[in-house]
């Protein structure tokens, strides 16, 4: 599918749980060695993401397979 959505001269971004093993798949490694694409990591709680019950701050990571550059500050 992304390779598609790059056809059409389109941004691709894949979100995964940090430590996920879909970033060790062929097609994912080809797309990682792409020119341009890179990694965004970062954590639910960077966006407001709070546990419904204790209240407590969620420290969730998270990685971004991207090359849209209006991703790069996060």
């Not at 389109?10 to 979100?15: R, T």
């Not at 879909?22 to 060695?33: A, E, G, I, S, T």
Request: net charge positive; aromatic share 14%; charged share 15%.
């Amino acid at each position: 599918m992304s390779m598609y959505v790059l056809t059409l001269n389109l941004f691709v971004s894949i979100e995964t749980p940090e430590g996920s093993k879909l970033y060790q798949w062929p097609k994912f490694v080809k797309l990682k060695q792409m020119n341009g694409f890179f990694f965004v990591d970062m954590d639910l709680c960077m966006f407001g993401s709070f546990h419904s019950v204790t209240g407590q701050r969620v420290k969730k990571g998270l990685r971004l397979l991207t090359h849209a550059p209006c991703l790069m500050p996060l």
